[in-house]
């Protein structure tokens, strides 16, 4: 009995609900949103005519429960609330509620019948009856204890009602669950979107937030052990790893190091090559990364130079502009690279040096030779 009063009191509370529809405002129908904000997505519509059932009003806004469980704000300038007794399909669990409490009635006499009848046995086994008294305060244990499934099994009925299919469900409030933003197939999980197509898929930013620590990032690990990662630290540099080691580096002031932790010009390569704050390309040329050292002679020199082939071109992924320069695959072997795609401005600035210096040593024996005569 104690059950079916909880019951009797919980009936009415759900069923009552309030209907919001169009005002008069309305010429054919008003957007039903994610949230209670105008730029937030459009999930549904509700049409001159039509009604949707009142969760619960919010400053400016109406939540309505759509189909299939799902929630939506509409907002309170185009719409308005109408009394549950304009909803004609809700009237109808309201009787269903009152039965329980007539038949209440009923099974208060029949408790009566049997303590009617008690009277002859209770002189008969009144001994017995002193261990019977303990059983009963033992059997309402069990009562205390069901009014607490009672509430889940309401819970349990609301996500059937309120969640909608494959979406992690979240308590808006106690006794009231609807469908949270995360979705989930078994196999994939969305979050802000329905489609997910990897793993994890987010529709919009995902923040990282250092709160206990001097590091934030974005760790990916490998079965083999091998990491990559994204990390912001304290002291504004951010860093980006593969295998388990720091390669590209970008400090507060914006200059990036590859392969170095501290870069002191815009770009900046381990290998010392950088460019300058200026916009120069500077090679490293320090004798001490170098081997094998020997001068290059006039005639391999002039014999390099005489075989190149100046060219006017344009690049393919450059349209409408022209440059010159040289073919990789055309220059003689002293200025061409191991793979013969690439070449280095040095090298022929190098052949072209060893030339000019050879015809000026010419110009000055000339001119020695003419003033001497």
Same mark, same amino acid.
Request: proline residues 9%; negative net charge; aromatic residues 4%.
């Given at each position: 009995?104690?059950?079916?009063?909880?019951?009797?009191?919980?009936?009415?509370?759900?069923?009552?609900?309030?209907?919001?529809?169009?005002?008069?405002?309305?010429?054919?129908?008003?957007?039903?949103?994610?949230?209670?904000? /105008?730029?937030?997505?459009?999930?549904?519509?509700?049409?001159?005519?039509?009604?949707?059932?009142?969760?619960?009003?919010?400053?400016?806004?109406?939540?309505?429960?759509?189909?299939?469980?799902?929630?939506?704000?509409? $907002?309170?300038?185009?719409?308005?609330?109408?009394?549950?007794?304009?909803?004609?399909?809700?009237?109808?669990? #309201?009787?269903?509620?009152?039965?329980? %409490?007539?038949?209440e009635p009923e099974p208060a006499p029949v408790a009566e019948t049997p303590t009617a009848a008690e009277p002859e046995p209770a002189p008969v086994a009144e001994t017995p009856p002193a261990a019977e008294p303990e059983p009963a305060p033992v059997a309402e244990t069990p009562p205390a204890a069901e009014p607490e499934p009672a509430p889940s099994a309401m819970l349990q009925r609301d996500v059937e009602l309120k969640g909608g299919r494959d979406y992690v469900v979240k308590i808006r409030k106690p006794g009231e669950l609807v469908?949270?933003?995360?979705?989930?197939?078994?196999?994939?999980?969305?979050?802000?979107?329905?489609? %997910?197509?990897?793993?994890?898929?987010?529709?919009?930013?995902?923040?990282?937030?250092?709160?206990?620590?001097?590091?934030?990032?974005?760790?990916?690990?490998?079965?083999?052990?091998?990491?990559?990662?994204?990390?912001?630290?304290?002291?504004?540099?951010?860093?980006?790893?593969?295998?388990?080691?720091?390669?590209?580096?970008?400090?507060?002031?914006?200059?990036?190091?590859?392969?170095?932790?501290?870069?002191?010009?815009?770009?900046?390569? #381990?290998?010392?090559?950088?460019?300058?704050?200026?916009?120069?390309?500077?090679?490293?040329?320090?004798?001490?990364?170098?081997?094998?050292?020997?001068?290059?002679?006039?005639?391999?020199?002039?014999?390099?130079?005489?075989?190149?082939?100046?060219?006017?071109?344009?690049?393919?992924?450059?349209?409408?502009?022209?440059?010159?320069?040289?073919?990789?695959?055309?220059?003689?072997?002293?200025?061409?690279?191991?793979?013969?795609?690439?070449? $280095?401005?040095?090298?022929?600035?190098?052949?072209?040096?060893?030339?000019?210096?050879?015809?000026?040593?010419?110009?000055?024996?000339?001119? /020695?030779?003419? #003033?001497?005569?």
């Amino acid at each position: 009995m104690k059950r079916l009063f909880i019951l009797w009191c919980l009936l009415p509370v759900a069923a009552a609900a309030d209907v919001v529809v169009p005002n008069d405002n309305v010429q054919n129908s008003v957007n039903v949103r994610l949230e209670a904000d /105008a730029t937030s997505d459009v999930v549904g519509e509700l049409k001159r005519g039509e009604t949707l059932p009142l969760v619960r009003s919010v400053e400016g806004w109406y939540e309505v429960m759509l189909e299939g469980g799902a929630t939506g704000y509409v $907002s309170a300038d185009w719409s308005r609330v109408e009394d549950e007794a304009d909803a004609p399909p809700e009237p109808q669990p #309201a009787p269903v509620a009152e039965t329980p %409490p007539a038949a209440e009635p009923e099974p208060a006499p029949v408790a009566e019948t049997p303590t009617a009848a008690e009277p002859e046995p209770a002189p008969v086994a009144e001994t017995p009856p002193a261990a019977e008294p303990e059983p009963a305060p033992v059997a309402e244990t069990p009562p205390a204890a069901e009014p607490e499934p009672a509430p889940s099994a309401m819970l349990q009925r609301d996500v059937e009602l309120k969640g909608g299919r494959d979406y992690v469900v979240k308590i808006r409030k106690p006794g009231e669950l609807v469908h949270s933003q995360i979705f989930d197939d078994g196999n994939k999980v969305g979050i802000g979107t329905a489609e %997910p197509e990897q793993r994890l898929e987010v529709n919009g930013s995902i923040r990282i937030h250092d709160q206990n620590s001097s590091v934030a990032g974005l760790m990916i690990t490998q079965s083999s052990g091998d990491t990559g990662y994204i990390m912001h630290n304290r002291a504004s540099t951010l860093t980006i790893g593969a295998g388990s080691i720091d390669r590209i580096t970008v400090d507060r002031e914006g200059n990036v190091g590859i392969g170095v932790s501290r870069p002191q010009h815009p770009l900046e390569m #381990a290998n010392g090559a950088h460019v300058t704050a200026g916009g120069v390309w500077t090679n490293r040329s320090s004798r001490d990364g170098k081997e094998g050292i020997m001068p290059l002679t006039d005639e391999e020199a002039r014999a390099a130079v005489m075989a190149l082939e100046p060219v006017s071109f344009g690049y393919r992924a450059e349209q409408g502009e022209r440059y010159v320069g040289f073919i990789a695959e055309d220059v003689p072997d002293l200025l061409a690279s191991k793979d013969r795609r690439s070449l $280095s401005a040095m090298d022929i600035v190098a052949a072209l040096t060893r030339v000019v210096q050879e015809q000026q040593r010419r110009i000055d024996r000339l001119e /020695a030779e003419l #003033a001497a005569r």
